[in-house]
Protein backbone atom coordinates (compact mmCIF):
# COMPACT_ATOMS: atom_id res chain seq x y z
CA UNK A 1 0.00 0.00 0.00
CA UNK A 2 1.46 3.33 -0.93
CA UNK A 3 2.01 5.74 2.03
CA UNK A 4 -0.84 8.31 2.32
CA UNK A 5 -0.29 12.12 2.53
CA UNK A 6 -2.24 14.04 5.14
CA UNK A 7 -5.16 16.19 3.89
CA UNK A 8 -3.29 19.49 5.12
CA UNK A 9 0.07 18.22 3.65
CA UNK A 10 -1.78 18.18 0.41
CA UNK A 11 -2.94 21.50 0.70
CA UNK A 12 0.34 22.71 1.96
CA UNK A 13 1.57 22.10 -1.38
CA UNK A 14 -1.36 22.58 -3.62
CA UNK A 15 -1.04 26.56 -1.86
CA UNK A 16 3.16 26.26 -2.89
CA UNK A 17 2.28 24.75 -6.71
CA UNK A 18 -0.33 27.93 -6.65
CA UNK A 19 1.95 30.67 -5.24
CA UNK A 20 4.89 29.70 -8.07
CA UNK A 21 1.83 30.61 -10.91
CA UNK A 22 0.89 28.86 -13.71
CA UNK A 23 1.07 29.51 -17.54
CA UNK A 24 4.17 31.25 -19.38
CA UNK A 25 5.47 33.21 -16.01
CA UNK A 26 5.12 30.22 -14.01
CA UNK A 27 6.05 27.13 -16.01
CA UNK A 28 4.34 24.33 -16.88
CA UNK A 29 3.14 21.03 -15.04
CA UNK A 30 6.99 19.69 -16.16
CA UNK A 31 8.77 22.86 -14.77
CA UNK A 32 6.94 22.58 -11.53
CA UNK A 33 7.78 18.94 -11.44
CA UNK A 34 10.82 19.29 -12.13
CA UNK A 35 11.28 21.82 -8.95
CA UNK A 36 9.24 19.51 -6.60
CA UNK A 37 12.29 16.97 -7.27
CA UNK A 38 14.78 19.38 -7.61
CA UNK A 39 13.12 20.51 -3.43
CA UNK A 40 13.15 17.08 -2.45
CA UNK A 41 16.58 15.99 -3.57
CA UNK A 42 17.94 19.01 -2.03
CA UNK A 43 16.03 18.32 1.25
CA UNK A 44 17.80 14.70 1.18
CA UNK A 45 21.06 16.62 0.60
CA UNK A 46 20.34 18.65 4.06
CA UNK A 47 19.45 15.67 6.01
CA UNK A 48 22.87 14.43 4.99
CA UNK A 49 24.48 17.27 6.24
CA UNK A 50 22.65 17.73 9.36
CA UNK A 51 23.65 14.14 10.09
CA UNK A 52 27.35 14.78 9.23
CA UNK A 53 27.33 17.74 11.47
CA UNK A 54 25.72 15.88 14.15
CA UNK A 55 28.16 13.14 13.70
CA UNK A 56 31.57 15.19 13.93
CA UNK A 57 29.82 17.23 17.17
CA UNK A 58 28.85 20.71 15.24
CA UNK A 59 24.95 20.04 15.21
CA UNK A 60 22.17 18.81 17.76
CA UNK A 61 19.94 15.99 17.09
CA UNK A 62 16.94 17.54 16.94
CA UNK A 63 18.13 19.30 13.63
CA UNK A 64 19.30 15.58 11.99
CA UNK A 65 15.82 14.38 13.12
CA UNK A 66 13.66 17.37 11.50
CA UNK A 67 15.88 16.93 8.27
CA UNK A 68 15.46 13.64 7.95
CA UNK A 69 11.61 13.79 8.60
CA UNK A 70 11.25 16.87 6.21
CA UNK A 71 13.60 14.42 3.10
CA UNK A 72 11.45 11.85 4.54
CA UNK A 73 7.84 13.28 3.71
CA UNK A 74 9.46 14.50 0.29
CA UNK A 75 10.32 10.68 -0.81
CA UNK A 76 7.07 9.69 0.07
CA UNK A 77 5.36 12.51 -1.70
CA UNK A 78 7.41 11.71 -4.15
CA UNK A 79 6.85 8.52 -4.42
CA UNK A 80 3.10 8.92 -4.08
CA UNK A 81 3.35 11.21 -6.99
CA UNK A 82 4.96 8.47 -9.05
CA UNK A 83 2.47 6.04 -8.34
CA UNK A 84 -0.20 8.48 -9.21
CA UNK A 85 1.55 9.08 -12.72
CA UNK A 86 1.83 5.46 -13.44
CA UNK A 87 -1.64 4.59 -12.43
CA UNK A 88 -3.20 7.56 -14.82
CA UNK A 89 -0.57 5.92 -17.54
CA UNK A 90 -2.15 2.47 -17.06
CA UNK A 91 -5.25 3.85 -17.33
CA UNK A 92 -5.28 5.69 -20.69
CA UNK A 93 -3.05 2.42 -22.36
CA UNK A 94 -6.19 0.98 -21.00
CA UNK A 95 -8.83 3.12 -23.17
CA UNK A 96 -10.10 1.54 -26.45
CA UNK A 97 -9.20 3.44 -29.35
Known sequence: MPPTIAPVQAAAA???TQAQGTGAEGGDFGATLQRAMQDA?????SADAASTQ????QGS???VVLAVARAEMAL???????DKVVS???????MPI
Open 14 to 16: YRA
Open 61 to 63: VTD
Open 41 to 45: VDLGR
Open 88 to 94: AYQDVMR
Open 76 to 82: QTATTLR
Open 54 to 57: ALLG
